[in-house]
């Protein structure tokens, strides 16, 4: 009798352990993503926001070595992304992803065709670059996107990882379906094309804007703490500097801000004497990014390095550059969840406070 219960606790234990290590391994954040992520930050602060902001009031060299500086952290942010794709692909490719044989052999197929076309873009001399690769891309991307989230959707993890899944789905989706509503609606001189497409643009523009909410719903601090009062303040500024940031944006630029924002982060939701008001779910979305990062737990980590690729590649990108930190966004997002689903039963729905 003894020893049956002995035995029965020691295979409990090995399934235990086993689940740990499984959670585990797509737990932890992929080499070189948070190169990526900070890469494409900086691309973000420097191509997309001090060049456009500096156009026409700075000097040539400040304007030139702005742009040499974009340059080399789009570059860096592109090819630190592949190789972290790479890990997630091979990752969730793996037999300890656990995910159904059709799902992984999908991800694999569209995956480990877009690495190497991204790759050679990325190399090659930009006049070798045609429009028609650019639409493959985007279709692959896109595509591999779906099979992401479903794949994630697969294991049933809490509900807030479940709906950031959801949302960031109806954010790509919509994005190109506009687009694509737009090219086949102006072709066939349909009347409605202009609305339907703006539907399906403004829409998806919304889901984008909640996913940091999304996030933050899986961010517990404990405040009481002295990493939980120290996430709590770096959140706040990171807040506060995007909020400043936008004042003096606008102050600045004046009429031209919804300009400049949709150049940015291609937003254009609200209407153009409401612009400033992006600073809201942006600093949100700055301050959630920080709490998660700053996080004890590696699945929080993960959704933070997540968020802050899709927040710094924008809406709807339309670029193999930022179209692949998406994807890669989407690949984290995807092992979070996975990860969150595999952890031990105790752990599962209540991941440990900053």
Known sequence: MTEGIDSSVAAVANVATVDEERSSYV??????????????????VIARILLL??????????LAALDKWGGFASNLAVVSALVALSFCLVSLGSSRGRLPISARAGIAGFGWILVPIIALMTFLPRAWTRPELVV????????????LVLAGLHWKSTKAIVATLILTLIAALSG????????????????????????????????YLLIPLGVGLTVSIAWREARGKAALALSGLAAGVVAAGMAV????????????????????????????????PLGIGAAVTVAAVLSR??????????????????????????????????????????????????????LSPI
């Open 27 to 44: 737990a932890a954040v992929p080499p070189l993503t948070w190169m990526s992520a900070a890469a494409a930050l900086a691309d973000l």
């Open 249 to 280: 944006w606008s102050e600045a630029v004046g009429s031209d801000l919804p300009d400049l924002v949709y150049g940015a982060f291609r937003l254009e939701l609200l209407p153009e004497q409401h612009f400033i008001l992006y600073a809201i």
């Open 297 to 350: 737990d590696p699945i929080r980590r993960q959704l933070g390095a997540a968020l802050l690729l899709l927040l710094s590649a924008g809406y709807a990108p339309r670029s193999p550059g930022t179209l692949l930190l998406t994807v890669l966004a989407v690949a984290l997002l995807t092992r979070a969840a996975i990860a969150n689903a595999q952890a031990p039963r105790g752990e599962k729905r209540g």
């Open 176 to 207: 190109v379906t506009s687009m694509i509503v737009t090219m086949v609606g102006r072709r066939a001189y349909w009347e409605h094309t202009d609305r339907l497409a703006n539907a399906f643009r403004w829409s998806g523009e919304l889901a």
């Open 136 to 147: 493959v891309v985007a279709g692959l991307a896109h595509a591999l996107i779906l099979l």
């Open 53 to 62: 902001l500096g156009h026409g009031a700075w000097s040539n060299e400040a």
